[in-house]
């Protein structure tokens, strides 16, 4: 099933060495397993190729230069809505 193994993969990706983002990234994933197995977002994926500290910065502030790609995103998993 090529919709669980991307899951799955993004699932490993999301495990950060910041514990404040891994808190953020966690119950985003949970709460679009079925539209990322489907392969929604796939700005996600992009988004968790970034290192932790600029990823961090455009959560604390999706303004930030090179976070408007994945504004909608960021504002998404910040405010832990669907």
Do not use: T
């Not at 977002?41 to 990823?55: A, M, Q, R």
């Amino acid at each position: 099933m090529p919709g669980n193994e991307r899951v799955r993969k993004l699932k490993w990706l999301c495990r950060r060495g910041m514990k404040e983002l891994d808190i953020l990234l966690e119950p985003f994933i949970e709460l679009h397993l079925d539209s990322l197995a489907k392969g929604s977002w796939p700005e996600f994926e992009c988004l968790l190729e970034k290192e932790d500290d600029v990823l961090w910065d455009w959560i604390q502030d999706s303004s930030c230069d090179g976070a408007a790609p994945y504004r909608e995103l960021i504002d998404s998993i910040r405010s832990g809505r669907a």
